[in-house]
């Protein structure tokens, strides 16, 4: 590289870091700065005003320029500013909170210096009038509820009608062949235990167990007699 290539690019160098340097003397929001130390502010960034040579914020919220919509507030931030919503209790607020209302929402009335809640539960009126109802206090609103074991019908609360299926027994769902069984086990165990009982030759016993077994040799074939006539007038 020549020399006077060397020497131009020297000097550029140079002025960018002179100007560099002299430019750390202006304001960060500053937007143009002069003077002979370069710490003069002669513009300012959006958001700020320029008094004695300096960049100062600008309060949005004390001026018109806000453009916050109903039912919101304005909140300064540096170099610009928020618009934030009013408490529930408010219509209309000067900022945070139910003190800060311009006017009690409705369900809320002033009390002091702030906002509260009506209990509308409490009020000599009745809020809910009507049997097996009860009223409720929200924030701002109350609601009616019936009383447990009713339901809502229009304006009134009447009673729940279940309608529970009706409780079966312990034989309901057992079919019919399934009942034959089960007299056929029951007939086999007194059988067994009046055998076991005339075994040892009580008389009482082995004439009641002879009767049961007449009784059941009866009722066995009158049954089967039933069925075959049952079954040949179904054939035809």
């Known amino acids: 590289m020549s020399p006077s290539r060397m020497f131009f690019l020297s000097a550029v160098l140079c ?26 502010c002669l513009q300012c960034h959006s958001g700020f005003i320029l008094h004695d040579n300096l960049c100062v914020d600008t309060d949005e919220c004390g001026t ?22 009013c408490d529930k209790a408010c219509i209309g607020c000067m900022g945070g909170g139910a003190a800060r209302c311009k006017k009690c929402a409705p369900g809320f009335r002033s009390s ?15 809020a809910c009038p009507g049997v097996n ?9 109350f609601r009616c509820q019936c009383a ?62 002879m009767g049961a077994v007449a009784a059941m040799a009866g009722y066995w074939l009158s049954d089967k007699s039933d069925r075959v006539i049952d079954s040949i007038l179904k054939g035809r």
């Open 15 to 40: 002025v960018a870091l002179f100007h560099l340097v002299l430019g750390q003397n202006c304001s960060e929001h500053c937007k143009a700065c002069g003077g002979p130390e370069k710490d003069q």
């Open 64 to 85: 018109d320029l806000d453009r916050c919509p109903d039912n919101t507030y304005c909140l300064n931030t540096h170099g610009s500013y928020d618009c934030k919503g």
């Open 112 to 126: 002091g210096m702030r906002c509260i809640d009506i209990d509308e539960c409490g009020e000599e009126v009745l």
């Open 133 to 141: 109802v009860f009223c409720v206090n929200t924030e701002g609103s």
């Open 148 to 209: 447990g074991g009713y339901t809502r019908t229009g304006n009134t609360c009447e009673r729940t009608h279940t309608t529970a299926s009706a409780d079966k027994g312990l034989f309901d769902d057992i079919q019919e062949d399934e009942i034959e069984v089960l007299q056929q086990m029951f007939f086999g165990v007194v059988l067994c235990a009046l055998a076991t009982l005339a075994a040892k030759g009580d008389l009482v016993f082995t004439s009641i167990f």
